[in-house]
């Protein structure tokens, strides 16, 4: 609960989600995913230019996503993004903005299969932090499931409608930053 408490909310919603999770019994909220709350971390990572985004491939969603992951027991929240953008992505040159978070969501979970087993809906507690990151990087399979988007064209990769503006929020906090 340290992290949610210790988050300073940038806008109305992160505020309401924040209060929520405050008011919640904190048997509810573990980073085990068997917890129906759960915590985990996603990457911004923005070209030097602010033109590209990367981003992979998300197979349950279809569609493509910031990197991020659950958080694992007795990891910190910054390590816990800068482990999931690298296994994720081979990035490593990714330099942040801040080892503070610059976001946090209340993410519902639909039920679905992972790996041919049943999980049932959840809400994920996620912290996203920033990035700048170089298009020349290495990256684990570039023409798969990992590319740089033109954040202009966002619309045309990312099939889920609510993250969009998620996203593009994301993006301007991050162009404010030098």
């Given amino acids: 609960m340290d992290w949610i408490k210790n ?12 209060d929520h999770l405050l008011r919640l019994d904190e048997r509810l909220i573990s980073v085990d995913r068997s917890a129906p709350y759960h915590y985990t971390t996603s990457s911004m990572v923005l ?8 981003m992979i ?12 992951g659950h958080v694992e027991e007795g990891e910190e929240l910054f390590y816990s993004a800068l482990r999931e953008l690298y296994e994720e992505t081979g990035l490593r040159r990714a330099k942040p903005l801040s080892e503070k ?7 519902p979970v639909a039920s679905h299969e992972r790996k041919g087993e049943k999980v049932d809906s ?10 700048w990151g170089e298009e020349g990087d290495t990256l684990l399979h570039p023409d798969e499931n990992r590319m740089w988007v033109p954040v202009d064209k966002l619309d045309a990769f990312v099939a889920e409608d ?17």
Avoid: Q, T, V
Avoid at 57 to 68: E, L, T
Avoid at 122 to 131: A, E, L, R, S
């Fill in 7 to 18: 988050y300073e909310a940038k806008n109305k919603k992160e505020a309401e989600d924040k």
């Fill in 57 to 68: 491939y998300h197979k349950i969603y279809r569609s493509w996503s910031w990197p991020g």
């Fill in 101 to 107: 978070p610059i976001a946090l969501e209340l993410m």
């Fill in 122 to 131: 959840h809400f994920h507690i996620n912290f996203c932090f920033g990035f």
């Fill in 47 to 54: 070209d030097r230019e602010k033109n590209k985004l990367l």
């Fill in 162 to 178: 609510h993250m969009l503006p998620i996203y593009r929020e994301l993006l301007e906090r991050m162009r404010s930053y030098d």
